[in-house]
């Protein structure tokens, strides 16, 4: 049995779609952002960040979220990885850490909006920057999969795009990209075990104007 400390639209929604697409027996624990229960020391122990996702795997704990995605690919579903040595694994990787790419610009917008309570808190130039790094950087996604057939980039990637879309525009093939994803089922059922929102309330964040 997997265990999966998951916070709702959080990184560990990426764990969350990659066990729904393996099929893999697995136990959610819903966590929160809210009170101190990451911080623990019993979490601690399976995240020194204090962060979610953390899994309890064949034994051991994971807290990163790209290496979960590839050692459950690795170790249950080899249909959703590349290889070392076969000719798309070059791309492969580049998807699957093409997505910390957007997911840098994503965090920084992220607490801009949502974790910086507070106007004065907030930098409008940071927003506006971080907004136009975030559209340029998909420009190149999509629409195909990014190795060929669907893996474990995808949903790395995939996760990247579904949150883009809260604080940009999507280029035409990001959003083909995103269309095709959110057309899986395993994706579809994710959501719906993903909780209620407790990151993003509001479906657009615009960058301040300037």
């Known amino acids: 049995m997997i265990r999966l400390w998951h916070v709702p639209q959080s990184r560990s929604f990426r764990v969350l779609w990659a066990l729904e697409e393996i099929g893999a027996p697995h136990e959610v624990v819903m966590c929160s952002f809210l ?7 019993e979490h601690l122990a399976r995240s020194p960040a204090g962060r979610v996702p953390a899994v309890e795997i064949d034994g051991q704990a994971m807290c990163e979220s790209g290496a979960i995605l590839l050692y459950l690919a690795e170790t249950r579903a080899p249909h959703l990885r590349v290889a070392e040595g076969a000719p798309r694994r070059a791309a492969f990787l580049q998807g699957l850490h093409y997505a910390e790419t957007l ?3 994503l965090a920084n917008l992220t607490q801009q909006h949502s974790v ?3 106007d004065w808190m907030r930098s409008p130039t940071v927003m506006r920057l971080e907004a136009k790094r975030l559209e340029n ?3 190149v996604v999509g629409p195909g999969w990014v190795a060929g057939d669907f893996s474990v980039a ?3 990637l995939g996760f990247a795009v579904w949150l883009a879309q809260r604080f940009v525009g999507l280029p035409d093939r990001a959003a083909a990209y995103l269309a095709a994803c959110e057309a ?5 059922r994710a959501v719906v075990r993903d909780g209620p929102a407790q990151i993003y309330t509001r479906d657009f964040y615009p960058p ?3």
């Not at 009170?35 to 020391?41: E, I």
């Open 35 to 41: 009170d101190r229960s990451l911080r623990s020391a």
């Open 103 to 105: 997911g840098a610009h």
């Open 116 to 118: 910086l309570r507070e």
């Open 137 to 139: 950087a998909l420009g």
């Open 154 to 156: 995808d949903i790395a």
């Open 184 to 188: 899986r089922a395993a994706f579809r």
């Open 208 to 210: 301040p104007e300037g």
